[in-house]
């Protein structure tokens, strides 16, 4: 009899260790609920990490995620409170609206920009107004200054210009002519002569004469910026002719650069 008891008593004591250790390991582990039925088919995870999920269908609600390394495709997103830092987009289709950027390091081109409230500064060179199909309308510089066209003005930018070689003193010519486009109305913006000496620049439209420069010793390159519309109609010859006025032979370049616009 005391054999017997004392087997039960080790027997016993096989069977209680293994429970106690199988429960301390579920109160360490992840508590999951399965229910194939239908009644609870969800999964709780109370602590613990989740290593790998290859597929989600549906998420109602997420609080915080700390890092997402890649997203390959997000078909739609309600609201986005707020996003600290992204360091690369590829594409962006469509923006509906954004409500504030406080700083854009660069941006290499802007297709289409409907409208822009305020513009606090430029810092990059001259900055330009313009519109695509009928070129600019109007330039900053980098020093403040303004060079705008009128409405009528704004077209499509043209300039003609020519070097004549050692011309004889006293001697006319042409130095460059241009045709004004059919359907359009030239816009002379301004007209230039550089020579080392007394010259002559007449630009012509047709026969009449709508413009002119001279150049001296003292001022070998004599701009004149046309501050009122000069225009010369479709199909008509505008023509530089530039003179010698000195004694003796030079060189003499001529230019003038306006812009077409369609009629």
Do not use: H, W
Not at 136 to 147: H, L, R, T
């Amino acid at each position: 009899m005391r054999m017997r008891i004392l087997g039960l008593a080790i027997l016993a004591g096989m069977v209680i260790c293994p429970f106690a250790a199988f429960a301390d390991d579920i109160t360490a582990a992840q508590m999951v609920q399965f229910d194939q039925t239908g009644t609870r088919n969800n999964i709780d995870v109370i602590s613990g990490t989740i290593n790998t999920v290859d597929e989600v269908t549906n998420v109602t609600s997420v609080d915080t995620v700390d890092s997402v390394t890649e997203v390959a495709n997000v078909t739609s997103v309600d609201t986005v409170d707020l996003v600290a830092t992204v360091s690369t987009v590829n594409a962006v289709t469509n923006v509906a609206s954004v409500d504030l950027v406080d700083v854009v390091t660069e941006v290499a081109n802007v297709t289409s920009v409907d409208t822009v409230d305020s513009i606090t500064s430029v810092e990059r060179g001259t900055f330009t107004l313009q519109d695509k199909e009928n070129g600019y309308n109007a330039k900053i510089f980098p020093d403040g200054s303004v060079y705008v066209k009128s409405t009528a003005e704004a077209g499509i930018s043209k300039s003609s210009y020519g070097t004549l070689v050692a011309v004889p003193a006293g001697a006319t010519a042409t130095a460059a002519s241009y045709v004004v486009t059919a359907g359009t109305t030239y816009y002379i913006d301004i007209a230039s002569l550089v020579s080392s000496g007394l010259a002559t620049l007449r630009v012509l439209s047709g026969e009449t004469e709508i413009l002119r420069v001279m150049s001296t010793p003292s001022c070998q390159t004599a701009i004149m910026p046309a501050y009122q519309a000069i225009t010369v109609a479709a199909g008509v010859t505008i023509t530089l002719e530039i003179k010698n006025r000195e004694t003796v032979a030079m060189d003499i370049t001529a230019m003038l650069a306006g812009s077409e616009k369609t009629n």
